[in-house]
């Protein structure tokens, strides 16, 4: 489950991690009301769960109030991968002296959390990973212990020459490990953690995904799911059951049993075709899951074709 930015944030802050005082709107009114309130340019943020919200135009600059809400105007009901902007960040403009990146992520060959940090900000990890990989240090947390200080600090010094800032970023890692456990997620990310002109280190920009088996022994995350915000069709396949994930290719795969649905991906990408989905009907599948399955299929526009591999062991044929 993803949250937005300004849930993300606020979970932050409640662990103490510093990170500027900002609201969220719904229409430019009220973008305009908070600008006031903060005083000085701001930054109008589209509140979606997708990446590239910058270049899609749903990042903007506002001087003032009146510019605020005219930026609120223009990102509220703009689409940004295929999902609506209903709601917008209102947040104070930053002096940055420098950019870095902190995250935290499930990683499943050493079964253990890791914390990635880079001195290059600002940007997508996956474009530093792919470009400059060198620039991405790694440290894995034993859940035993949580991170300790002495592995924040090293990973800190990656980031900083001077004591203070090293000191103010290593805190902030290991209440960063404290979110990423307690909300039960599988990625929490600082993008960027920056330092101002005055020395402190803040928190600028927040994203956290929450592992789903996570959710029934953490009502009060699952509470924070705006279903207004997914995909249509990813609500409709979850109140069906069925375990569904969208992709960009041409060909629909409908299939029962998770690892048999992810080697029929492996084999349309192995004959030269691009899976559309991925999507697992279950065993024991009844007539109306396997219609739900297809209608989420065909609603895809880019599907031209649906390719079933159903194991008739588990399912009822």
């Known amino acids: 489950m993803n949250l937005h930015e300004f849930q993300a944030r ?135 212990y949580g991170l300790l200080p002495h592995q924040a600090m090293a990973m800190a010094f990656r980031l900083y020459r001077g004591v203070e800032p090293a000191r103010q970023a290593a805190t902030i890692m290991r209440q960063l490990y404290d979110v990423f456990w307690s909300a039960g997620a599988s990625l929490v990310e600082i993008n960027p953690l920056i330092t101002t002109p005055g020395g402190q280190v803040v928190a600028l920009d927040a994203k956290l995904v929450v592992d789903d088996n996570e959710l ?28 569904y994930i969208k992709l960009d290719g041409r060909v629909g795969c409908c299939v029962n049993g998770a690892g048999l649905a992810m080697a029929t991906m492996d084999l349309v990408k192995y004959y030269g075709g691009e899976p559309a989905n991925f999507l697992d009907i279950g065993g024991s599948s009844n007539p109306q899951k396997v219609v739900t399955a297809l209608q989420i299929i065909t609603a895809d526009p880019n599907v031209k074709s649906i390719l079933f591999n159903i194991f008739g062991g588990i399912t009822r044929c």
């Open 10 to 144: 606020a979970l932050l802050q409640g662990a103490g991690i510093p990170v500027p005082d900002a609201d969220v709107a719904s229409t430019p009114d009220e973008a305009a009301r908070i600008a006031q309130r903060i005083g000085g340019p701001v930054v109008v943020k589209a509140q979606v769960h997708a990446g590239g919200r910058g270049k899609a135009g749903g990042v903007r600059l506002a001087k003032d109030a009146a510019e605020a809400r005219e930026r609120a105007g223009q990102i509220i009901g703009m689409t940004i991968k295929g999902l609506r902007v209903n709601q917008v960040l209102v947040a104070p403009a930053a002096e940055i002296a420098s950019e870095s990146y902190v995250g935290i992520i499930v990683d499943r060959a050493s079964q253990r959390a890791v914390l990635m940090v880079s001195p290059a900000g600002g940007v997508d990890i996956e474009e530093v990973a792919a470009t400059t990989p060198e620039k991405i240090f790694r440290v894995a947390i034993d859940p035993r």
């Open 216 to 243: 029934e022994r953490r009502p009060e995350i699952a509470a924070l799911r705006d279903t207004t915000a997914e995909a249509r069709a990813e609500v409709q396949a979850r109140e069906a059951g069925l375990s």
